[in-house]
Nanobody
């Protein structure tokens, strides 16, 4: 059974930083893309960032490009999101995601969902 556990959210001031973590369990995910999504109240879930199974390839949403960095540690089955220069619009519940297929791309995600971690950014 696949489980995703996100952590690291909290309250930050605009311009500040937070680092989110997600640990996946249930099997090894080193051959799967991993990513982050977010959902603010009353809004659709939004793609934030993704990283390939091998690590070097990443994709980030235009809204966070240059401010957020995704990374992974395959030994820990973990994916991270370093969020710098936060803006109030970054406030949302952040969820990590696992690619649907081994060696897949950065746009196809399995239907696993953790509890998410809340990020609040004060202006």
């Amino acid at each position: 059974q696949v489980q995703l556990v996100e952590s690291g959210g909290g309250l930050a001031q605009a311009g500040g930083s937070l680092r989110l973590s997600c640990v996946a369990s249930g099997r090894t995910f080193k051959n799967y893309a991993m990513g982050w999504f977010r959902q603010a109240p009353g809004k659709e879930r939004e793609f934030v960032a993704a990283i390939s199974w091998s690590g070097p390839a990443t994709r980030t949403a235009d809204s966070v490009k240059g401010r957020f960095t995704i990374s992974r540690d395959n030994n820990k089955n973990a994916v991270y999101l370093q969020m710098d220069r936060l803006k109030p619009d970054d406030g949302a519940v952040y969820y990590c995601a696992i690619g649907r297929q081994q060696y897949g791309g950065l746009s196809d995600w399995a239907d696993y969902r953790g509890q998410g971690t809340q990020v609040t950014v004060s202006s």
